[in-house]
């Protein structure tokens, strides 16, 4: 705890000063343009990745990455997502998933999670990847998945909590009108390169290529 300590310390005396019209300016109100939606992973810092600053992302996490299909069922992920969408009006989402994720692991062999019931509820929400998996491979259904296929769990995970999040009424409203768009990321946290799929596609494609007019208009800015 002696790090975080220090830590607050340091931003109280070095960093807010530093940023103080910044924190002024959104004491009172904020206007992010993303919805950021990532697992809760130690390693994973939204802010780091996509370079931002304060008030730029309305960030939620959790195990897994995971946006359960609406229901009407209020859950935090739902209530999020619809004052991001409906409130704050944000354009982007991006679901985001990372390499090495704990919470797939977990979803590839649910008898290893035996003693966490929440745990292994909440990755039921993740099932629809895993069974893709599965039925890709030829695997029987009372089979465990080999961690040789978590890359592809991950990747396909991202994909399902994308069609998830098009359930929720106030997103597809806003995509039905073209006002929003979703980005499915994974980010590789040992080479901090980032797969991205959306805009139709559910074809993972590096991010150079994914954003490449995006990054081609920076050049000529």
Not at 64 to 78: D, L, R
Not at 140 to 148: M, N
Not at 177 to 205: A, M, N, P
Request: proline share 5%.
């Amino acid at each position: 705890m002696d790090h975080i300590v220090r830590g607050v310390l340091n931003f109280r005396k070095n960093v807010y000063p530093e940023h103080k019209d910044l924190f002024g300016a959104l004491a009172d109100k904020q206007n992010p343009d993303v919805l950021f939606v990532t697992c809760s992973d130690s390693r994973i810092d939204p802010n780091m990745v996509t370079g931002s600053h304060p008030g730029d992302l309305f960030i939620c996490r959790n195990a897994g990455n995971v946006i359960p299909p609406h229901s009407n069922e209020t859950g935090s992920m739902t209530a999020s997502t619809e004052y991001a969408v409906a409130v704050l009006g944000v354009r982007h989402i991006i679901v985001c998933g990372h390499t090495d994720c704990g919470a797939i692991t977990g979803a590839l062999d649910t008898p290893s999670l035996k003693g966490l019931p929440h745990v292994k509820e909440w990755l039921g929400h993740c099932r629809s990847a895993i069974e893709i998996v599965r039925e890709r491979h030829g695997i029987p259904i009372d089979e465990c998945l080999d961690i040789k296929y978590l890359n592809e769990a991950i990747e396909e995970n991202v994909l399902q909590q994308v069609q998830h999040l098009r359930t929720h009424p106030v997103v597809a409203a806003k995509l039905a009108t073209g006002k929003i768009e979703i980005h499915g990321w994974v980010y590789d946290i040992k080479s901090g390169s980032i797969l991205c799929c959306g805009r139709d596609s559910l074809q993972f494609k590096e991010f150079e290529q994914y954003y490449a007019d995006e990054i081609a208009n920076l050049g000529e800015a």
